[in-house]
T-cell receptor, first 113, second 116 residues
Framework: GNSVTQMEGPVTLSEEAFLTINCTYTATGYPSLFWYVQYPGEGLQLLLKATKADDKGSNKGFEATYRKETTSFHLEKGSVQVSDSAVYFCALSDLRSYGKLTFGQGTILTVHP | GAVVSQHPSWVICKSGTSVKIECRSLDFQATTMFWYRQFPKQSLMLMATSNEGSKATYEQGVEKDKFLINHASLTLSTLTVTSAHPEDSSFYIC????????????FGPGTRLLVL
Protein backbone atom coordinates (compact mmCIF):
# COMPACT_ATOMS: atom_id res chain seq x y z
CA GLY A 1 0.00 0.00 0.00
CA ASN A 2 0.87 3.66 -0.11
CA SER A 3 2.81 5.30 2.69
CA VAL A 4 4.48 8.61 3.47
CA THR A 5 7.34 9.18 5.87
CA GLN A 6 8.33 12.62 7.12
CA MET A 7 11.29 13.65 9.18
CA GLU A 8 10.48 13.69 12.84
CA GLY A 9 10.06 17.00 14.58
CA PRO A 10 9.73 19.25 16.20
CA VAL A 11 11.93 21.55 14.16
CA THR A 12 12.97 24.80 15.79
CA LEU A 13 14.63 27.54 13.78
CA SER A 14 15.53 31.18 14.08
CA GLU A 15 13.94 33.68 11.76
CA GLU A 16 15.60 33.84 8.32
CA ALA A 17 17.10 30.35 8.68
CA PHE A 18 16.95 27.79 5.86
CA LEU A 19 14.28 25.11 6.20
CA THR A 20 14.22 21.56 4.93
CA ILE A 21 11.59 19.02 5.88
CA ASN A 22 12.25 15.63 4.37
CA CYS A 23 9.48 13.51 2.91
CA THR A 24 9.74 10.14 1.19
CA TYR A 25 6.97 8.00 -0.12
CA THR A 26 6.06 4.50 -1.21
CA ALA A 27 3.44 4.02 -3.89
CA THR A 28 2.76 1.39 -6.50
CA GLY A 29 1.37 3.82 -9.07
CA TYR A 30 2.22 7.35 -10.14
CA PRO A 31 1.00 9.50 -7.30
CA SER A 32 0.42 13.21 -7.00
CA LEU A 33 2.33 14.72 -4.09
CA PHE A 34 1.23 17.48 -1.76
CA TRP A 35 2.37 19.59 1.15
CA TYR A 36 -0.34 20.84 3.48
CA VAL A 37 0.10 23.29 6.36
CA GLN A 38 -1.98 23.44 9.52
CA TYR A 39 -1.87 26.53 11.69
CA PRO A 40 -2.84 26.18 15.37
CA GLY A 41 -6.52 25.40 15.83
CA GLU A 42 -7.24 25.38 12.11
CA GLY A 43 -7.84 22.89 9.32
CA LEU A 44 -5.34 22.08 6.60
CA GLN A 45 -4.40 24.41 3.80
CA LEU A 46 -2.82 23.27 0.57
CA LEU A 47 0.68 24.73 0.40
CA LEU A 48 1.90 23.26 -2.88
CA LYS A 49 1.63 20.22 -5.08
CA ALA A 50 3.29 18.34 -7.92
CA THR A 51 1.58 15.84 -10.16
CA LYS A 52 4.43 14.19 -12.06
CA ALA A 53 8.12 13.44 -11.84
CA ASP A 54 10.48 16.45 -11.89
CA ASP A 55 7.64 18.89 -11.33
CA LYS A 56 8.41 21.63 -8.82
CA GLY A 57 5.62 22.97 -6.66
CA SER A 58 6.09 26.40 -5.12
CA ASN A 59 4.10 28.84 -3.02
CA LYS A 60 4.84 31.58 -0.45
CA GLY A 61 8.59 30.98 -0.79
CA PHE A 62 8.27 27.24 -0.18
CA GLU A 63 9.40 24.75 -2.83
CA ALA A 64 9.37 21.00 -3.31
CA THR A 65 10.48 18.90 -6.28
CA TYR A 66 8.94 15.55 -7.19
CA ARG A 67 11.90 13.15 -7.35
CA LYS A 68 10.80 9.78 -8.68
CA GLU A 69 14.26 8.26 -8.57
CA THR A 70 14.58 8.89 -4.84
CA THR A 71 10.82 8.77 -4.14
CA SER A 72 11.10 12.07 -2.31
CA PHE A 73 9.30 15.40 -2.08
CA HIS A 74 11.34 17.46 0.37
CA LEU A 75 9.99 20.85 1.42
CA GLU A 76 12.40 23.81 1.44
CA LYS A 77 12.30 27.51 2.18
CA GLY A 78 15.28 29.81 2.00
CA SER A 79 14.33 32.17 4.82
CA VAL A 80 11.63 31.27 7.32
CA GLN A 81 9.48 33.73 9.22
CA VAL A 82 7.79 33.51 12.61
CA SER A 83 4.47 33.29 10.77
CA ASP A 84 5.60 30.01 9.19
CA SER A 85 5.29 28.27 12.56
CA ALA A 86 2.78 25.48 11.97
CA VAL A 87 2.49 21.75 11.36
CA TYR A 88 3.46 20.59 7.88
CA PHE A 89 2.05 17.43 6.33
CA CYS A 90 3.38 15.63 3.29
CA ALA A 91 0.75 13.59 1.45
CA LEU A 92 0.13 11.60 -1.70
CA SER A 93 -2.83 10.46 -3.70
CA ASP A 94 -3.10 8.29 -6.75
CA LEU A 95 -5.81 7.35 -9.20
CA ARG A 96 -6.14 3.89 -7.76
CA SER A 97 -7.09 5.29 -4.36
CA TYR A 98 -9.80 7.49 -5.91
CA GLY A 99 -8.38 10.67 -4.52
CA LYS A 100 -7.79 9.41 -1.01
CA LEU A 101 -4.87 11.13 0.62
CA THR A 102 -2.19 9.24 2.51
CA PHE A 103 -0.57 11.57 5.04
CA GLY A 104 2.78 11.60 6.71
CA GLN A 105 2.84 12.02 10.45
CA GLY A 106 3.35 15.76 10.31
CA THR A 107 6.30 17.92 11.33
CA ILE A 108 5.91 20.72 13.85
CA LEU A 109 7.90 23.82 12.90
CA THR A 110 8.55 26.61 15.38
CA VAL A 111 10.34 29.75 14.23
CA HIS A 112 11.73 32.12 16.86
CA PRO A 113 12.37 35.84 16.28
CA GLY B 1 -11.97 29.83 -4.77
CA ALA B 2 -12.50 26.26 -3.49
CA VAL B 3 -13.61 27.19 0.00
CA VAL B 4 -14.95 24.57 2.37
CA SER B 5 -16.77 25.46 5.57
CA GLN B 6 -17.70 23.43 8.60
CA HIS B 7 -20.34 24.05 11.21
CA PRO B 8 -20.11 24.17 14.13
CA SER B 9 -16.48 25.06 14.72
CA TRP B 10 -16.66 23.56 18.18
CA VAL B 11 -19.25 21.73 20.20
CA ILE B 12 -19.54 20.43 23.73
CA CYS B 13 -22.13 17.77 24.45
CA LYS B 14 -23.14 15.30 27.12
CA SER B 15 -22.32 11.64 26.85
CA GLY B 16 -25.08 9.71 25.08
CA THR B 17 -26.27 12.54 22.87
CA SER B 18 -25.83 12.82 19.10
CA VAL B 19 -23.94 15.57 17.35
CA LYS B 20 -24.23 16.63 13.71
CA ILE B 21 -21.38 18.33 11.87
CA GLU B 22 -21.93 19.98 8.51
CA CYS B 23 -19.42 20.32 5.71
CA ARG B 24 -20.18 22.66 2.83
CA SER B 25 -18.37 23.53 -0.36
CA LEU B 26 -19.13 27.21 -0.77
CA ASP B 27 -18.09 28.04 -4.30
CA PHE B 28 -17.90 24.71 -6.10
CA GLN B 29 -19.73 21.44 -6.44
CA ALA B 30 -17.96 18.64 -4.64
CA THR B 31 -18.21 15.24 -6.24
CA THR B 32 -16.49 13.63 -3.30
CA MET B 33 -16.11 14.62 0.32
CA PHE B 34 -13.88 13.02 2.92
CA TRP B 35 -14.15 12.92 6.69
CA TYR B 36 -11.06 12.78 8.88
CA ARG B 37 -10.38 12.57 12.55
CA GLN B 38 -7.29 14.09 14.14
CA PHE B 39 -6.02 13.41 17.63
CA PRO B 40 -3.78 15.95 19.39
CA LYS B 41 -0.36 16.22 17.79
CA GLN B 42 -1.11 13.41 15.38
CA SER B 43 -1.78 13.07 11.70
CA LEU B 44 -5.18 12.86 10.08
CA MET B 45 -6.99 9.54 10.02
CA LEU B 46 -9.40 9.04 7.14
CA MET B 47 -12.77 7.88 8.42
CA ALA B 48 -14.87 7.68 5.29
CA THR B 49 -15.32 8.77 1.69
CA SER B 50 -18.64 10.28 0.75
CA ASN B 51 -20.04 10.57 -2.77
CA GLU B 52 -23.17 12.55 -3.49
CA GLY B 53 -26.25 10.37 -3.70
CA SER B 54 -24.59 7.16 -2.61
CA LYS B 55 -23.61 5.43 0.59
CA ALA B 56 -20.36 6.43 2.22
CA THR B 57 -17.38 4.11 2.10
CA TYR B 58 -15.90 3.64 5.56
CA GLU B 59 -12.30 2.85 6.37
CA GLN B 60 -11.48 -0.30 8.23
CA GLY B 61 -12.16 0.00 11.93
CA VAL B 62 -14.61 2.90 11.64
CA GLU B 63 -18.09 2.08 12.90
CA LYS B 64 -20.59 3.15 10.28
CA ASP B 65 -23.52 2.95 12.70
CA LYS B 66 -21.75 5.31 15.06
CA PHE B 67 -20.50 7.80 12.51
CA LEU B 68 -23.40 8.39 10.13
CA ILE B 69 -22.53 10.21 6.93
CA ASN B 70 -25.03 11.75 4.56
CA HIS B 71 -24.08 13.45 1.31
CA ALA B 72 -27.42 14.84 0.22
CA SER B 73 -26.20 17.34 -2.35
CA LEU B 74 -23.09 18.35 -4.26
CA THR B 75 -22.37 21.04 -1.70
CA LEU B 76 -23.26 19.43 1.62
CA SER B 77 -22.15 16.41 3.60
CA THR B 78 -22.99 15.75 7.23
CA LEU B 79 -21.33 13.60 9.86
CA THR B 80 -23.45 12.58 12.83
CA VAL B 81 -21.71 11.14 15.85
CA THR B 82 -24.41 9.03 17.48
CA SER B 83 -24.52 8.30 21.19
CA ALA B 84 -21.29 10.19 21.70
CA HIS B 85 -18.87 9.15 24.42
CA PRO B 86 -15.80 10.90 25.83
CA GLU B 87 -13.51 8.81 23.63
CA ASP B 88 -15.20 10.37 20.59
CA SER B 89 -13.77 13.74 21.61
CA SER B 90 -11.53 14.82 18.77
CA PHE B 91 -10.96 17.27 15.94
CA TYR B 92 -13.07 16.32 12.91
CA ILE B 93 -12.06 17.70 9.54
CA CYS B 94 -13.80 17.37 6.20
CA UNK B 95 -12.43 17.92 2.73
CA UNK B 96 -13.90 18.13 -0.73
CA UNK B 97 -12.68 17.51 -4.24
CA UNK B 98 -13.85 18.78 -7.59
CA UNK B 99 -13.51 15.39 -9.22
CA UNK B 100 -12.54 11.83 -8.60
CA UNK B 101 -9.07 10.39 -8.60
CA UNK B 102 -5.94 12.35 -7.91
CA UNK B 103 -7.63 15.70 -7.47
CA UNK B 104 -6.63 18.26 -4.89
CA UNK B 105 -8.57 18.10 -1.64
CA UNK B 106 -9.74 21.36 -0.08
CA PHE B 107 -10.11 21.18 3.66
CA GLY B 108 -12.59 22.71 6.03
CA PRO B 109 -11.41 24.50 9.19
CA GLY B 110 -12.36 21.55 11.40
CA THR B 111 -14.83 20.96 14.22
CA ARG B 112 -13.61 20.36 17.73
CA LEU B 113 -15.90 17.98 19.63
CA LEU B 114 -15.74 17.57 23.38
CA VAL B 115 -17.96 14.95 24.97
CA LEU B 116 -18.41 15.27 28.72
Amino acid sequence: GNSVTQMEGPVTLSEEAFLTINCTYTATGYPSLFWYVQYPGEGLQLLLKATKADDKGSNKGFEATYRKETTSFHLEKGSVQVSDSAVYFCALSDLRSYGKLTFGQGTILTVHP
Amino acid sequence: GAVVSQHPSWVICKSGTSVKIECRSLDFQATTMFWYRQFPKQSLMLMATSNEGSKATYEQGVEKDKFLINHASLTLSTLTVTSAHPEDSSFYICSATLGQGGETQYFGPGTRLLVL
